[in-house]
């Protein structure tokens, strides 16, 4: 059964670093584009960056040259290095994933579970 695990959220001061993770376990078939969101309770879900299978990014204006997002394919992991964090940043982090669970299924989108990050000032 395919998943997907974040890890690696944390307390942080301002001006520090996290570097989180996302697993896709169960043994995919494929694993296309992935993205990583966040949500700070009461307000929706926001993309804060994405990444294709060949490694492009985008991210969103508000995480430009601060946040960094890469990708293990051999590993099925992609990661969201923070940096120069502030408390704005505070949210629950998830990423989801295209995954072709077999050769004869379509592409489905998974969510993980998310991963809390604060930020104190």
């Known amino acids: 059964q395919v998943q997907l695990v974040e890890s690696g959220g944390g307390l942080v001061q301002a001006g520090g670093s996290l570097r989180l993770s996302c697993v896709v376990s169960?043994?995919?078939?494929?694993?296309?584009?992935m993205d990583w969101f966040r949500q700070i309770q009461g307000k929706e879900r926001e993309l804060v960056g994405a990444i294709n299978e060949g490694g492009s990014t985008n991210y969103a204006d508000s995480v430009k040259g601060r946040f960094t997002i890469s990708r293990d394919n051999a590993k099925n992991t992609i990661y969201l290095q923070m940096a120069s964090l502030k408390p704005e940043d505070t949210a629950a982090y998830y990423c989801?994933?295209?995954?072709?669970?077999?050769?004869?299924?379509?592409?489905?989108?998974?969510w993980g579970r998310g991963t809390q990050v604060t930020v104190n000032s």
């Open positions: 989801n994933a295209r995954i072709k669970a077999d050769s004869n299924s379509g592409w489905e989108l998974f």
């Open positions: 169960g043994h995919p078939f494929a694993v296309g584009a």
